[in-house]
């Protein structure tokens, strides 16, 4: 029900563009979120939209790098990642809820991604 796409390999300070196409759940119903898991290291929320509203949030460590976004006719959201640092490097997953509280928490989650991998590399 989600699909994402757009990882690839990436010199430091470079950019990607992952995609999460949605079929079956509608995006614009639904608090959505990027998260991360790298080699050893725990899943963590990158950035999420809320609705109604749009409010965004990003981890501090991203912040002013990457950007967060859906496309409602297109039924897709969006992770633009700029300025990429070699500790981006994690496998990236797109996830929705209907929940509320805090967008961040994975628990919250009920419909994911396949995940598509982020290396960060020169």
């Known amino acids: 029900q989600l699909q994402a796409s757009g990882g690839g390999l990436v010199q430091p300070g470079g950019s990607l563009r992952l995609s999460c196409a949605a079929s079956?759940?509608?995006?614009?119903?639904?608090?959505v979120a990027w998260f991360r898991q790298a080699p050893g290291k725990e899943r963590e929320g990158v950035a999420c939209?809320?609705?109604?509203?749009?409010?965004?949030d990003y981890v501090d460590s991203v912040k002013g790098r990457f950007t967060v976004s859906k496309d409602i006719p297109k039924n897709t959201m969006y992770l633009q990642m700029d300025s990429l640092k070699l500790e981006d490097t994690a496998v990236y997953f797109c996830?929705?809820?209907?929940?509320?509280?805090?967008?961040?928490?994975?628990?919250?989650?009920?419909?994911w991604g396949q995940g598509t991998l982020v290396t960060v590399s020169s």
């Open positions: 079956v759940v509608t995006l614009d119903y639904y608090n």
């Open positions: 939209i809320s609705r109604p509203d749009g409010r965004t």
């Open positions: 996830a929705a809820t209907r929940l509320g509280g805090d967008l961040m928490d994975a628990s919250l989650y009920d419909y």
